[in-house]
């Protein structure tokens, strides 16, 4: 990977844990969330397919979620930090 390519996966992976976080925040749990469901292109990463969406108060499957799209986006937790409050 080039320093341009590792540079727009960090920028666009941090919108993406953002968008992630957003949606938690109003109790909803997209619960799908596998490469499929995932775009990559020259304008960003984009998360798509909410049909399996459900309300979710639970903070411990909502850190799950975000763990695994954390994995999926080939990002260090440890490094990335995970709110998703």
């Keep these: 990977m080039s320093a341009s390519e ?3 996966y960090s920028q ?6 953002t ?10 749990l997209h619960d799908d969330i596998r490469p499929e469901n995932v775009l ?3 304008s960003g990463i984009t ?5 399996h969406s459900r309300q ?5 499957t909502k850190h ?3 763990q695994r799209f954390c ?4 990002l260090d937790l440890e490094v990335e930090g995970s709110s998703s409050e």
């Design 40 to 42: 990559v292109s020259e």
């Design 64 to 66: 799950k979620e975000y």
């Design 47 to 51: 998360i798509i397919d909410f049909g």
């Design 6 to 8: 590792g540079s727009f």
């Design 19 to 28: 968008t992630l976080e957003s949606i938690h925040r109003i109790n909803i």
């Design 71 to 74: 994995t999926l986006l080939g």
């Design 12 to 17: 666009n992976s941090e919108a993406a844990l």
């Design 56 to 60: 979710c108060n639970n903070q411990v």
